[in-house]
């Protein structure tokens, strides 16, 4: 009998081990030479670019440096004139395999940049404009607080002498070519490279007020929020605030003397 039994529990446990699925393999990795996709722009060098992916099962997820995108065929629209990477990953049945191309942007969307003056009133036009701290400001003034809407500093203020001194030889670079570039270069010669983006303006006591954001890390040397409006813009001086906040500092272009 126990022999019988022993048998018994021996076919089950065989039965359990044994494969019940056949499955078919996975296949290898596509070779970047069998990726297809197709970059349509009409006319050439537009800044609407149409992303395409036709390689057969696989999904494709496409990235263009100022944004990315997964979908079978999509509408990315850059502002910027310039010649962009596009990088492009296709997940298929054995993995994933990257390759890369370049478009070209033939000109900048001044209608777009037209949409709000920071764009072009922080850029000297888009080209180029470095911002440095206004040391001989008439007022005597060159940082501190006040109203929101102020031009200058109106209750707690800070002349150039008694202002911090590590920061006052730092340099802001800003201009829209290729991207929005935000560029600190501090006292010490080191550089923080960033980007900004024009976000809603700041309104206040029936003013409308321009306003950035700073993204990827380098900030105006004060105020130091990554988040601002200006209260005055001129191809010379700029009034910078905290976003929304008391905090301010006046700015002009680097070789304007007053």
């Not at 496409?62 to 010649?83: C, L, R, S």
């Not at 390759?99 to 070209?104: A, C, H, L, P, V």
């Not at 888009?126 to 001989?136: E, L, R, Y």
Request: aromatic share 12%; glycine share 10%; net charge neutral.
């Amino acid at each position: 009998m126990k022999t019988i039994l022993y048998s018994l529990i021996s076919m089950l446990l065989i039965a359990s081990c044994s494969t019940i699925e056949d499955r078919d393999p996975l296949g290898g990795i596509l070779p970047a030479s069998d990726l297809k996709i197709a970059i349509v722009q009409n006319p050439a060098g537009s800044n609407s670019v149409i992303l395409q992916n036709k390689t057969a099962n696989a999904m494709m997820f496409f990235d263009y440096g100022t944004g990315t995108t997964h979908k079978a065929i999509d509408t990315i629209y850059i502002p910027f004139k310039g010649t962009f990477k596009l990088k492009y990953t296709a997940f298929c049945a054995g993995g994933t395999i990257t390759d890369s191309t370049t478009f070209t942007i033939a000109q900048n969307d001044d209608a777009f940049f037209d949409k709000d003056k920071a764009w072009k009133g922080l850029t000297n036009g888009g080209s180029g404009q470095t911002w440095v701290f206004a040391m001989d400001h008439p007022s005597g003034l060159l940082a501190g607080n006040g109203p929101e809407d102020c031009v200058i500093p109106g209750w707690w203020t800070m002349t150039p002498s008694s202002y911090n001194q590590s920061t006052t030889n730092d340099e802001v670079y800003m201009d829209i070519t290729g991207a929005a570039h935000f560029n600190r270069t501090k006292g010490d010669g080191s550089v923080v490279k960033g980007f900004f983006n024009v976000i809603a303006p700041y309104k206040i006591n029936g003013g409308t007020y321009s306003a950035i954001e700073v993204l990827n890390g380098p900030t105006f040397p004060w105020p130091t929020s990554g988040k601002y409006h200006f209260t005055k813009m001129t191809a010379d001086e700029l009034s910078v605030h905290d976003f929304g906040a008391y905090n301010i500092a006046l700015y002009k272009r680097k070789g304007f003397k007053y």
